[in-house]
Protein backbone atom coordinates (compact mmCIF):
# COMPACT_ATOMS: atom_id res chain seq x y z
CA UNK A 1 0.00 0.00 0.00
CA UNK A 2 1.15 3.01 -0.90
CA UNK A 3 1.61 6.55 1.55
CA UNK A 4 -0.92 8.30 -0.48
CA UNK A 5 -3.36 5.02 -0.59
CA UNK A 6 -2.89 4.89 3.69
CA UNK A 7 -3.41 8.70 3.88
CA UNK A 8 -6.69 8.01 1.63
CA UNK A 9 -7.97 4.99 3.82
CA UNK A 10 -7.51 7.28 7.04
CA UNK A 11 -9.34 9.84 5.87
CA UNK A 12 -12.10 7.82 4.45
CA UNK A 13 -12.36 6.13 8.20
CA UNK A 14 -12.40 9.44 9.67
CA UNK A 15 -15.24 10.70 7.23
CA UNK A 16 -17.15 7.51 8.19
CA UNK A 17 -17.20 8.46 11.76
CA UNK A 18 -18.20 12.30 11.38
CA UNK A 19 -21.10 10.37 8.83
CA UNK A 20 -23.51 9.99 11.25
CA UNK A 21 -23.26 12.16 15.11
CA UNK A 22 -25.34 13.15 18.23
CA UNK A 23 -25.82 16.35 17.21
CA UNK A 24 -28.20 14.85 14.52
CA UNK A 25 -30.20 13.81 16.60
CA UNK A 26 -29.00 11.83 20.06
CA UNK A 27 -31.18 8.94 18.93
CA UNK A 28 -29.72 8.05 15.89
CA UNK A 29 -27.53 5.24 17.01
CA UNK A 30 -30.88 3.76 19.13
CA UNK A 31 -32.65 4.04 15.88
CA UNK A 32 -29.87 2.00 13.97
CA UNK A 33 -28.92 4.82 11.75
CA UNK A 34 -24.94 4.37 12.10
CA UNK A 35 -22.21 5.27 9.42
CA UNK A 36 -23.65 2.24 7.15
CA UNK A 37 -27.14 3.39 6.60
CA UNK A 38 -25.50 6.74 5.96
CA UNK A 39 -23.36 5.43 3.06
CA UNK A 40 -26.32 3.62 1.86
CA UNK A 41 -28.09 6.46 1.35
CA UNK A 42 -25.10 8.27 -0.02
CA UNK A 43 -24.78 5.49 -2.52
CA UNK A 44 -28.08 5.26 -4.09
CA UNK A 45 -28.55 8.77 -3.38
CA UNK A 46 -26.17 9.52 -6.30
CA UNK A 47 -28.55 7.19 -8.76
CA UNK A 48 -31.66 9.53 -7.32
CA UNK A 49 -30.06 12.75 -7.58
CA UNK A 50 -30.78 13.40 -10.92
CA UNK A 51 -34.50 12.72 -10.04
CA UNK A 52 -34.41 15.81 -7.18
CA UNK A 53 -35.64 18.36 -9.28
CA UNK A 54 -38.37 15.86 -10.56
CA UNK A 55 -39.15 14.57 -7.08
CA UNK A 56 -39.49 18.58 -5.60
CA UNK A 57 -41.90 19.52 -8.45
CA UNK A 58 -44.05 16.71 -7.62
CA UNK A 59 -43.91 17.31 -4.08
CA UNK A 60 -45.54 20.68 -4.86
CA UNK A 61 -48.00 19.70 -7.30
CA UNK A 62 -48.85 17.16 -4.42
CA UNK A 63 -49.26 20.14 -1.82
CA UNK A 64 -51.30 22.99 -4.36
CA UNK A 65 -53.57 19.71 -5.86
CA UNK A 66 -54.42 18.45 -2.42
CA UNK A 67 -57.72 20.21 -0.63
CA UNK A 68 -56.21 19.69 2.52
CA UNK A 69 -52.42 22.06 1.79
CA UNK A 70 -54.07 24.05 -0.97
CA UNK A 71 -55.65 26.32 1.08
CA UNK A 72 -53.21 26.62 3.37
CA UNK A 73 -50.81 28.03 1.24
CA UNK A 74 -53.37 30.18 -1.27
CA UNK A 75 -51.44 29.52 -4.80
CA UNK A 76 -48.26 29.86 -2.81
CA UNK A 77 -45.77 29.18 -0.39
CA UNK A 78 -43.76 26.37 -2.07
CA UNK A 79 -40.86 26.79 -3.63
CA UNK A 80 -39.60 24.03 -5.08
CA UNK A 81 -35.77 25.07 -5.31
CA UNK A 82 -35.98 24.84 -1.56
CA UNK A 83 -37.45 21.16 -1.60
CA UNK A 84 -34.51 20.32 -4.00
CA UNK A 85 -32.03 21.57 -1.81
CA UNK A 86 -33.28 19.51 1.53
CA UNK A 87 -33.19 16.50 -1.22
CA UNK A 88 -29.77 16.95 -2.25
CA UNK A 89 -28.52 17.69 1.35
CA UNK A 90 -29.93 14.79 2.34
CA UNK A 91 -27.88 13.15 0.23
CA UNK A 92 -24.58 14.70 0.76
CA UNK A 93 -24.55 14.08 4.22
CA UNK A 94 -23.24 14.59 6.41
CA UNK A 95 -26.05 13.75 9.12
CA UNK A 96 -24.07 16.09 12.27
CA UNK A 97 -25.44 19.25 14.08
CA UNK A 98 -24.79 21.69 10.92
CA UNK A 99 -27.88 19.51 8.97
CA UNK A 100 -30.22 19.27 12.56
CA UNK A 101 -29.13 23.34 12.28
CA UNK A 102 -30.74 23.58 8.42
CA UNK A 103 -33.39 21.54 8.75
CA UNK A 104 -34.47 23.49 11.61
CA UNK A 105 -33.87 26.93 9.74
CA UNK A 106 -36.11 25.92 7.23
CA UNK A 107 -39.29 24.31 9.28
CA UNK A 108 -39.21 25.97 12.31
CA UNK A 109 -41.56 28.86 11.90
CA UNK A 110 -42.06 30.98 15.35
CA UNK A 111 -43.84 28.80 17.57
CA UNK A 112 -44.97 26.38 14.44
CA UNK A 113 -43.35 23.91 12.31
CA UNK A 114 -43.48 23.25 8.50
CA UNK A 115 -41.75 21.27 5.61
CA UNK A 116 -38.87 21.61 3.70
CA UNK A 117 -39.42 24.13 1.01
CA UNK A 118 -43.11 25.43 2.39
CA UNK A 119 -43.13 29.04 3.46
CA UNK A 120 -46.18 28.60 5.45
CA UNK A 121 -46.67 26.64 8.82
CA UNK A 122 -48.44 23.17 8.79
CA UNK A 123 -50.09 21.10 11.16
CA UNK A 124 -48.81 18.92 12.28
CA UNK A 125 -49.84 15.80 11.76
CA UNK A 126 -49.88 17.17 8.08
CA UNK A 127 -46.02 17.49 8.25
CA UNK A 128 -46.07 14.04 9.34
CA UNK A 129 -48.75 12.49 6.69
CA UNK A 130 -46.68 15.07 4.05
CA UNK A 131 -43.27 12.67 5.16
CA UNK A 132 -45.16 9.56 4.64
CA UNK A 133 -45.91 10.36 0.82
CA UNK A 134 -42.39 11.55 0.17
CA UNK A 135 -40.82 8.15 1.87
CA UNK A 136 -43.35 6.22 -1.19
CA UNK A 137 -42.03 9.05 -3.83
CA UNK A 138 -38.80 8.51 -2.87
CA UNK A 139 -38.96 4.60 -2.35
CA UNK A 140 -40.27 4.87 -6.41
CA UNK A 141 -37.39 6.88 -7.80
CA UNK A 142 -35.19 3.39 -5.89
CA UNK A 143 -37.34 1.09 -7.88
CA UNK A 144 -36.19 3.12 -11.38
CA UNK A 145 -32.35 3.28 -10.29
CA UNK A 146 -31.62 0.45 -7.88
CA UNK A 147 -31.60 -3.53 -7.97
CA UNK A 148 -33.75 -5.44 -5.06
CA UNK A 149 -30.68 -5.89 -2.52
CA UNK A 150 -29.61 -2.23 -2.89
CA UNK A 151 -33.32 -0.61 -2.80
CA UNK A 152 -34.00 -3.03 0.12
CA UNK A 153 -30.87 -1.67 1.94
CA UNK A 154 -30.90 1.57 0.97
CA UNK A 155 -34.65 2.03 1.09
CA UNK A 156 -33.89 0.87 4.65
CA UNK A 157 -31.70 3.50 5.29
CA UNK A 158 -33.66 6.25 3.80
CA UNK A 159 -36.88 5.41 5.74
CA UNK A 160 -34.71 5.60 9.25
CA UNK A 161 -33.32 8.77 8.16
CA UNK A 162 -36.22 10.40 7.45
CA UNK A 163 -38.32 9.92 11.08
CA UNK A 164 -35.57 11.29 12.68
CA UNK A 165 -35.40 14.50 10.11
CA UNK A 166 -39.13 14.11 10.99
CA UNK A 167 -38.62 14.37 15.02
CA UNK A 168 -36.22 17.54 14.28
CA UNK A 169 -39.31 19.07 12.40
CA UNK A 170 -42.06 18.32 14.95
CA UNK A 171 -39.90 19.82 17.81
CA UNK A 172 -41.79 22.75 18.57
CA UNK A 173 -45.13 21.07 19.00
CA UNK A 174 -44.08 17.97 21.14
CA UNK A 175 -44.66 18.54 24.34
CA UNK A 176 -44.70 15.84 27.64
CA UNK A 177 -48.69 15.47 28.30
CA UNK A 178 -50.03 16.11 31.21
CA UNK A 179 -52.23 13.45 31.47
CA UNK A 180 -53.96 10.53 28.92
CA UNK A 181 -56.13 11.92 26.17
CA UNK A 182 -58.59 9.20 27.11
CA UNK A 183 -60.68 9.00 24.11
CA UNK A 184 -60.77 6.85 21.67
CA UNK A 185 -63.67 7.13 19.08
CA UNK A 186 -62.60 7.70 15.58
CA UNK A 187 -64.16 6.91 12.45
CA UNK A 188 -60.89 6.69 10.31
CA UNK A 189 -57.14 5.43 10.47
CA UNK A 190 -55.80 9.30 10.17
CA UNK A 191 -57.10 12.16 9.58
CA UNK A 192 -54.43 13.02 6.97
CA UNK A 193 -54.21 9.36 5.71
CA UNK A 194 -55.36 10.29 1.58
CA UNK A 195 -53.10 13.01 1.79
CA UNK A 196 -49.75 10.68 2.67
CA UNK A 197 -51.12 8.74 -0.27
CA UNK A 198 -52.56 5.89 1.68
CA UNK A 199 -55.56 4.59 0.41
CA UNK A 200 -57.57 1.51 -1.78
CA UNK A 201 -54.40 0.05 -3.05
CA UNK A 202 -51.99 0.15 -0.28
CA UNK A 203 -54.67 -0.98 1.74
CA UNK A 204 -54.69 -4.00 -1.25
CA UNK A 205 -51.32 -4.10 -0.53
CA UNK A 206 -51.30 -4.67 3.05
CA UNK A 207 -54.22 -6.82 2.89
CA UNK A 208 -52.54 -9.63 0.32
CA UNK A 209 -48.86 -9.39 2.05
CA UNK A 210 -49.74 -8.57 5.90
CA UNK A 211 -50.30 -12.01 6.54
CA UNK A 212 -47.46 -13.52 4.66
CA UNK A 213 -45.59 -11.40 7.75
CA UNK A 214 -47.60 -12.44 10.47
CA UNK A 215 -46.36 -15.79 11.18
CA UNK A 216 -43.32 -14.30 12.29
CA UNK A 217 -44.39 -12.50 14.83
CA UNK A 218 -42.57 -14.38 17.68
CA UNK A 219 -39.25 -14.12 15.99
CA UNK A 220 -40.51 -9.86 16.03
CA UNK A 221 -40.98 -9.65 19.40
CA UNK A 222 -37.88 -11.71 20.12
CA UNK A 223 -35.75 -9.34 18.16
CA UNK A 224 -37.11 -5.99 19.60
CA UNK A 225 -36.43 -6.62 22.72
CA UNK A 226 -33.10 -8.19 22.90
CA UNK A 227 -32.35 -5.20 21.50
CA UNK A 228 -34.62 -2.71 23.55
CA UNK A 229 -33.27 -4.61 26.81
CA UNK A 230 -29.60 -4.19 25.39
CA UNK A 231 -30.10 -0.42 24.66
CA UNK A 232 -29.42 1.64 27.74
CA UNK A 233 -31.91 4.38 26.17
CA UNK A 234 -34.52 1.70 26.43
CA UNK A 235 -33.62 -0.89 28.93
CA UNK A 236 -34.60 0.84 32.17
CA UNK A 237 -38.00 1.01 31.11
CA UNK A 238 -38.19 -2.41 31.22
CA UNK A 239 -36.64 -3.97 34.74
CA UNK A 240 -40.10 -5.42 36.09
CA UNK A 241 -40.47 -8.53 35.36
CA UNK A 242 -44.41 -8.86 35.27
CA UNK A 243 -44.52 -5.21 32.64
CA UNK A 244 -41.94 -7.10 30.53
CA UNK A 245 -43.79 -9.90 29.90
CA UNK A 246 -46.96 -7.31 29.17
CA UNK A 247 -45.14 -5.66 26.85
CA UNK A 248 -44.11 -8.88 25.07
CA UNK A 249 -47.91 -9.41 24.75
CA UNK A 250 -48.67 -6.19 23.73
CA UNK A 251 -46.24 -6.14 21.13
CA UNK A 252 -47.03 -9.71 19.10
CA UNK A 253 -51.19 -8.02 19.40
CA UNK A 254 -49.58 -5.15 17.41
CA UNK A 255 -48.04 -7.16 15.23
CA UNK A 256 -50.64 -9.44 14.71
CA UNK A 257 -53.19 -6.58 14.34
CA UNK A 258 -50.54 -4.90 12.05
CA UNK A 259 -50.38 -7.49 9.44
CA UNK A 260 -54.04 -8.54 9.41
CA UNK A 261 -56.17 -5.88 10.37
CA UNK A 262 -57.24 -3.12 8.00
CA UNK A 263 -56.33 0.12 8.59
CA UNK A 264 -59.63 1.91 9.91
CA UNK A 265 -61.10 3.91 12.65
CA UNK A 266 -60.67 0.89 15.49
CA UNK A 267 -56.87 0.00 14.81
CA UNK A 268 -56.73 4.38 14.91
CA UNK A 269 -58.63 3.80 18.41
CA UNK A 270 -56.25 0.87 19.55
CA UNK A 271 -53.25 2.62 18.65
CA UNK A 272 -54.41 5.83 20.37
CA UNK A 273 -55.17 3.49 23.94
CA UNK A 274 -51.46 2.42 23.05
CA UNK A 275 -50.37 5.78 23.25
CA UNK A 276 -51.71 6.70 26.49
CA UNK A 277 -50.03 4.29 27.61
CA UNK A 278 -46.64 5.63 26.99
CA UNK A 279 -47.84 9.02 29.31
CA UNK A 280 -47.86 10.06 32.45
CA UNK A 281 -50.52 8.20 34.55
CA UNK A 282 -51.89 5.81 31.18
CA UNK A 283 -51.59 2.10 31.18
CA UNK A 284 -51.16 -0.19 33.88
CA UNK A 285 -47.99 1.25 34.81
CA UNK A 286 -48.89 4.93 35.55
CA UNK A 287 -45.28 5.60 36.23
CA UNK A 288 -44.06 5.07 32.70
CA UNK A 289 -43.31 7.46 30.59
CA UNK A 290 -41.67 7.09 27.00
CA UNK A 291 -40.70 10.08 25.50
CA UNK A 292 -41.52 11.35 22.34
CA UNK A 293 -38.17 11.19 21.00
CA UNK A 294 -37.68 7.61 21.94
CA UNK A 295 -41.22 6.67 20.37
CA UNK A 296 -39.70 8.46 17.06
CA UNK A 297 -36.42 6.60 16.78
CA UNK A 298 -38.07 3.45 17.54
CA UNK A 299 -39.87 3.95 14.63
CA UNK A 300 -37.11 4.71 12.34
CA UNK A 301 -35.39 1.10 13.74
CA UNK A 302 -38.94 -0.74 12.89
CA UNK A 303 -39.65 0.74 9.11
CA UNK A 304 -35.50 -0.05 8.85
CA UNK A 305 -35.92 -3.64 9.76
CA UNK A 306 -39.53 -4.04 7.82
CA UNK A 307 -38.34 -2.69 4.59
CA UNK A 308 -35.63 -4.98 4.81
CA UNK A 309 -37.61 -8.04 5.66
CA UNK A 310 -40.59 -6.91 2.77
CA UNK A 311 -37.45 -8.13 -0.11
CA UNK A 312 -39.02 -11.76 0.66
CA UNK A 313 -42.73 -10.94 -0.69
CA UNK A 314 -43.12 -10.73 -4.51
CA UNK A 315 -46.52 -10.37 -6.55
CA UNK A 316 -47.16 -13.61 -8.71
CA UNK A 317 -48.83 -11.79 -11.65
CA UNK A 318 -52.45 -12.94 -11.00
CA UNK A 319 -53.14 -10.11 -7.82
CA UNK A 320 -52.01 -12.52 -4.60
CA UNK A 321 -48.48 -12.02 -3.38
CA UNK A 322 -45.88 -15.26 -2.46
CA UNK A 323 -43.26 -15.84 0.62
CA UNK A 324 -39.52 -16.38 -0.60
CA UNK A 325 -39.45 -14.72 -3.81
CA UNK A 326 -37.44 -11.41 -4.30
CA UNK A 327 -39.64 -9.13 -5.89
CA UNK A 328 -38.64 -6.79 -8.90
CA UNK A 329 -36.93 -3.51 -7.71
CA UNK A 330 -40.48 -1.52 -8.81
CA UNK A 331 -42.39 -4.32 -6.99
CA UNK A 332 -40.35 -3.88 -3.81
CA UNK A 333 -41.04 0.15 -4.36
CA UNK A 334 -44.55 -0.30 -4.10
CA UNK A 335 -44.99 -3.05 -1.65
CA UNK A 336 -42.68 -0.37 0.61
CA UNK A 337 -44.60 2.48 -0.06
CA UNK A 338 -47.39 0.48 1.75
CA UNK A 339 -46.38 -0.76 4.71
CA UNK A 340 -43.83 2.76 5.23
CA UNK A 341 -46.68 4.49 4.94
CA UNK A 342 -48.90 2.72 7.20
CA UNK A 343 -46.11 2.56 9.67
CA UNK A 344 -45.32 6.43 9.60
CA UNK A 345 -48.94 7.69 9.60
CA UNK A 346 -49.26 5.21 12.80
CA UNK A 347 -46.32 6.61 14.49
CA UNK A 348 -48.62 10.07 13.82
CA UNK A 349 -51.41 8.22 16.34
CA UNK A 350 -48.65 7.42 18.91
CA UNK A 351 -47.31 11.04 19.45
CA UNK A 352 -51.54 12.25 19.53
CA UNK A 353 -50.83 13.28 23.32
CA UNK A 354 -47.60 14.84 22.58
CA UNK A 355 -48.92 16.81 19.69
CA UNK A 356 -51.82 17.95 21.50
CA UNK A 357 -50.32 18.87 24.90
CA UNK A 358 -47.88 21.79 22.86
Known sequence: MTTSNEIEDVQRIESFDHLVTPGFAPLADFAGFRAYEAVAVQETGRDVAPLTGEIAADIAAHLHSRPESSALLSGGG????????????????????DLAGYLREVTHLGHGATFPGVQVALPPQMILALMAWVQGRVLRALGRTCDIETISAGGAAWMNQY???????????????????????????HPYAEFAGFGVVEGRVLKKSGPLLEPA?????????????????????FQDPGHLAMRKQTLKGWWARSTTHPMDGKFNAYMSRVADAHVQGGGKMAHVVIPADLTIALMGWVEMRVMTALNTIAPDGEGEYTFGTLPEPQDAANIGTAWMRMLTLQLGILLKPYLAAA
Not at 82 to 93: H, N, P, V
Not at 163 to 189: C, N, S, V, W, Y
Not at 218 to 237: C, I, K, N
Open 217 to 237: GGGVVAVAYDYLLSRPESAGY
Open 163 to 189: MLQLGIMLEPHLREPDAPLGKHETAEF
Open 78 to 97: VDEKGIKQWLDRTIAGPFDD
